[in-house]
């Protein structure tokens, strides 16, 4: 589903990312640990296409699933000089009925989304005056409008959220205050998974998505990712400094992230190890 290969990138001018590489498949969770500074949200950064981020080699290879349709194959003859601004084509919506992969680098944060990618962040943005319930039925309309689909009605928007927000076992009163004003730490994070419920992505990379919650908020976050992402068609990369949110959600490999690039891969024990010896002695 993803493919990220010797990847290198800079943040103002400086190296942070060298020589990354990385595959991920449908139905995988990949848990990347490392140290502080050691380039993970320069990872999700560059993955979400944040400006300001440079890829300055390699290449990242992404396939969307078919209900993310949508996307022209880069990888086939018949388009070889394919930019993301084509992908919109006349009928204002993306074509991938080929399911083949795109490369991920060429497109725009809002094309990424479309292709069925979420970034959940360490520090969600709080939008006053912006109810959740507005935000996030644009947010799910802009990337349907991009997939050529229809957009869903208040009402037919309000019957997914509550959907979701049951699932997640959110009061319906929070979708509808301001995004993030006034959210505790846990209710955020509660939050963030009602989005990604209904967004419904391919790929979801959770940066630090566990960092200052406490054990029930954890719970929440894990069931959370579990019930949504823990299927055959979608995969979950999850960007941590502890070990804790991975006692919720069983990684199917755990990469240690140091000096910008994977130094070492394992199973759910290595991150267990890391937690008992540090990264020092693993890293070194
Ligand atoms: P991690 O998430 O693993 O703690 P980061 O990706 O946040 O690491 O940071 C990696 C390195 O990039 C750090 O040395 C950090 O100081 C540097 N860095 C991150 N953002 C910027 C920036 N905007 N300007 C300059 N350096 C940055
Ligand atoms: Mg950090
Ligand atoms: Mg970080």
Not at 116 to 131: C, D, K, M, N, R
């Amino acid at each position: 589903m993803l493919k990220i290969e010797n990847l290198h990138a800079t943040v103002a001018d400086k190296p942070i990312l060298k020589g990354l590489s990385l595959s991920i498949n449908a139905g995988e969770i990949h848990a990347i640990m490392g140290p502080n500074g050691a380039g993970k949200s320069t990872l999700s950064y560059v993955l979400g296409g944040r400006p300001g981020y440079e890829v300055t080699e390699g290449s990242v290879m992404f396939t969307p699933s078919p209900r993310h349709a949508g996307l022209d194959p880069v990888s086939t003859a018949a388009a070889p000089e394919w930019t993301p601004d084509q992908v919109r084509g006349d009928e204002g919506g993306m074509r991938n009925d080929e399911g083949g992969e795109v490369d991920l680098l060429a497109l725009d944060p809002h094309e990424r989304a479309a292709a069925g990618l979420f970034l959940g962040f360490q520090y969600p943005v709080e939008i006053p005056g912006v109810s959740n319930v507005q935000f996030l039925r644009e947010a799910l309309n802009a990337q349907r409008k991009a997939r050529g689909q229809e957009p869903l009605s208040g009402g037919e928007f309000l019957k997914v959220a509550r959907e979701k927000a049951a699932l997640l076992k959110m009061d319906m009163d929070m979708l509808k205050r301001p995004v993030n004003v006034g959210f505790s730490g846990g209710e955020k994070k509660r939050n963030e998974m009602v989005q990604m419920g209904i967004l419904d992505p391919k790929l979801a990379i959770l940066d630090e998505t566990d960092s200052g919650l406490d054990i029930d908020a954890l719970r929440t976050v894990g069931d959370g990712i579990n019930s949504i992402m823990r299927q055959p068609d979608k995969a979950v990369l999850l960007i941590t400094h502890y070990q804790r949110l991975l006692d919720y959600v069983q990684p199917d490999f755990v990469h240690v992230l140091a000096a910008g690039r994977i130094v070492k891969s394992g199973g759910p024990e290595l991150a267990r190890e890391l937690e008992a010896h540090g990264y020092a002695e693993i890293a070194a």
